[in-house]
């Protein structure tokens, strides 16, 4: 989503809220401080934008499996019945797939 999106939605902090699949590596990678105090950034990631850790601080983020490793949501997939084929597609979880 583009910063000017929410502009041109009308949407405010109080209407504006956002749901994505960031998993554990993705904020150690991008250094955030969720993550840990001590890393440094090894690359930006779309789901840790300055837009996005905004959204973070007026609690606007909703992001179920931040604290998990891709095994581990691979597993939670096979304990909710989830097809195979989502389950070790490439990438994984990849875009547009949300549970």
């Known amino acids: ?11 405010t902090w109080d209407n504006l809220l956002l749901g994505q ?3 554990r590596p993705d904020l150690i990678e991008s250094a955030f401080h969720m993550a840990s105090s001590r890393t440094v950034a090894i ?17 606007r983020v909703v992001e179920p499996i931040k604290d998990f490793l891709k095994d581990e949501v691979r ?4 304990e909710l019945g989830l097809p ?3 389950l070790e597609r490439y990438p994984f979880p990849g875009p547009g ?3």
């Open 21 to 23: 699949g960031t998993l």
């Open 75 to 78: 597993a939670l997939g096979h």
């Open 1 to 11: 989503m583009a910063n000017t999106t929410p502009n041109d939605l009308n949407l």
């Open 43 to 59: 690359k930006t990631r779309h789901n840790d934008s300055e837009m996005v850790r905004q959204l973070r601080i007026h609690g």
């Open 84 to 86: 195979a084929q989502l």
């Open 97 to 99: 797939l949300s549970i």
